[in-house]
């Protein structure tokens, strides 16, 4: 089974490219299920319903989130109902929402699991812990599952791919915006890469107008972001499963533009 | 002209491969300068003399460093003198050795800078300003300058990628130990990558016994760092600059095992 | 020469304190001088030109800034003219407004620095090297000068109070909302205090509802920040110095409910 | 009942001053029961069973700690079998030695717990969670409950204090190393301040020699910190409880040199 993961989609900017190529490259991958991370799907932060519903429409089967899921107040109004939504799993107990989801596919379950990590951003809970307590509830039946573990550090993001190894299908990174080189399929059989990249204008700070940051980097004030413009990049990896094992057998990126 | 930028190479793994490997590819690829960071290069962190000389009878022409500079007390009896040895340019006036320096090969003149970021990291002074100084005081005749940009968050190395966008020849972040995909010539010139990566023990994390960093993720107490063992890996980018105007021509990554 | 110096003012139940207390405070204690802090003037945050004005009508003649200086974008329109407003010194040159300037009271030139910390705050410029490069511009003939050091750690505070001993008449610390109890005066002369305080609502966090506080630290979600109500507090010190050698002789703190 | 809570005790500077003044100190002011926070003991770092014997020799009855606990490798020895020595309760699980201990001090249950912050410090678990969790473990025949809350920043400190008020006897906090002014009973009857402050030498940086920190703050270059020499101060607070209820009646401020 073959798995379509995309990195942090940014603003229409990212949408826009998600609807144009999305079903093309599902259909020449020969893709069967579809994840991505939405966290600044809506103007470069947060997502509301209807973002999220075009998104899905366009083919995308899971969004996960990250540190901006909360960004856009509407969230509150349809998180809880929206099980194709999933948000970092270690905030704390009594969050709206869902860290981790089961869907079916082909016969076969597909667990889903997001978290965020802490170095550099908020202290939610440990995300490792987080991680053997959700797949402690998972019934044995789920053979699949896949991490979008959205986090700053290299080392804390690498640490999870060691600590999962054998446990999950895949642990992929987000958050970065920027594709890592270091994919690869661990000894115990778990895809890993340590930031899938970004989906939006590729002549951007991680998606920002560039010369906004510049602006913001040299005078230290602040300035209100905005979405750049110009050519947009798709940035993907897709992995192979077995199904029976939920084994990762392949591992590669995706770098469009 | 054909350089070659190494990534941060962490203790005697990473040293290996450099004794091992280098001069073997800097002849396959037709290399004429060589660069590596060094910052890990003793024991996981700093530098020494004999490790310096051990890296320049390697086959490396310049080592660049990164905020641990001065983690091996050593470094203070020879970094003045030790001319081939760059640390970041951007620590307060007064600091021992220097931010950048001038070597000549082959005819032409090619500076090297090294500069840290700040976000997530120490305080040091503006790198977008520092770069703008060292630049001017640089001759007209120096056409070719390589910048290494070690810092941690990605938007702050693609923020100074635009903002040196036809000054240099190149800016290459160091310091995640993560080689990125994104490597790519900028609209004016400019050779550019996130990070080159990690030289250095593979199965780690950035270099480090996995089984202490992931202790001390779960435990929250101090451990020690080791420097991991096992299959070694070497990141690297090579760059082609026009010598008549320092512009790159082409930037193509290295992740060799 | 007695000077009052005034923990940062947050928002209308802060302002109010200011109108009903100041006057009365100022003659019972013979103040001639008055500097507030008014980073938080504006509705928890900021300054506009009309609470400037409100608060220099109430009696104080200069007001000093933080971090939250340009958070009312409308301070752009005034900070350049209105010039017994002073912001942090160590924004990176070119910044609106000034970080010092000089006053005339009672035949006695009177000059007020504000500068920021860096520990756990933005990577501004230096704060010690600025305060350097201040002092090096000021005319032999001032002799007192007052600094807000506006900072989040208690060592950097503390390390600017040694480092500017003897060479300002006063270095107060802002920034934590909390009165500490180390006022004294320090060996060359220079009246010291950590924290100032705040002055505004006292059952509250920092001058925050404190329900949206907790419910911000329990869910790690995003909350809007609201001034609290009840009884307010104001928060300052008065520091007598001499005139003709501008040594401070006397600090006392000042909690008033 | 009195109580007496002293602010983190660095060095032998400070243990000198506990030695020569604590007896002094308790008998004239009555005092039934003494916490002091040990974490800077040994050295400025960490604390070793010899210095905890010292501790407890010169009247100490509960040690608590903070971020330094694991400094002292030798921590590790007797941690589990020092009753009296008590870390931050919300370490992870599994972390050696206790958060919380109950003592009985003339017929009367004390109930001692030491948790830390997260804001600007290593991501541990929910301070605000761990407190709910061992406040339900309590027997409800234990109404005396004294927190030390060793964080950084003053609104976690201050929303801890509302947290709890009402539901222990004390909230003091510690770590900034500076004694606030700001003590009070809360409305509910939790005794409250921001930081007890430091028991060490007053001419330093938090303890530290200032010449070395100045350096470290000037070259932003790694320094060995050393404890200062020069006059010691006590810092601590003496607290009144109504052993019947375990509400607070009184807090006072010490400030002793
Ligand atoms: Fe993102
Ligand atoms: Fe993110
Ligand atoms: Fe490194
Ligand atoms: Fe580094
Ligand atoms: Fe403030
Ligand atoms: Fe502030
Ligand atoms: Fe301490
Ligand atoms: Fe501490």
């Known amino acids: 089974m073959r798995f379509l993961l995309i990195g942090d989609i940014v603003g229409r900017s990212g949408r826009n490219v998600i609807k144009e190529d999305l079903s093309h490259i599902k259909r020449e991958l020969g893709i069967n299920f579809t994840i991505a991370n939405g966290e600044n799907a809506a103007g470069g932060n947060g997502i509301t319903r209807d973002i999220a519903r075009e998104l899905f429409a366009a083919g ?16 509150y109004n349809f998180i809880e109902q929206e099980t194709r939504l999933i948000r970092p799993a270690n905030y704390p107990p009594g969050a709206p929402g869902a860290g981790m989801n089961v869907f079916v596919r082909e016969g076969a379950a597909v667990c889903v699991i997001n978290m965020s990590g802490r170095v550099y951003m908020s202290p939610l809970d440990c995300p ?9 509830q998972l019934s044995p039946d789920v053979k ?3 991490v979008d573990f959205h986090a700053e550090a290299s080392s804390e993001k690498i640490a999870m791919g060691w600590y999962l190894d054998g446990r999950v299908s895949a642990v992929c990174g987000t958050h970065t915006h920027v594709q890592t080189a270091d994919e690869r399929i661990l000894p115990e059989g778990t895809a890993y890469i340590t930031d899938i990249g970004m989906t939006g204008p590729r002549d951007s700070v991680i998606g920002v107008d560039k010369d906004v940051v510049l602006e913001k980097f040299l005078t230290q004030q602040p300035r209100r972001m905005e979405v750049a413009s110009g050519p947009a990049q798709l940035n993907a990896v897709y992995i192979d499963v077995d199904t029976d094992t939920g084994r990762a057998k392949k591992i590669e990126r995706i770098f469009n533009l």
């Open 60 to 75: 995308i089967d899971v969004i996960t989130m990250g540190n901006h899921v909360w960004n856009k107040k509407e969230v």
């Open 144 to 146: 699949i599952v896949i």
């Open 128 to 136: 490792f812990r987080k991680a053997d307590e959700l797949l402690r």
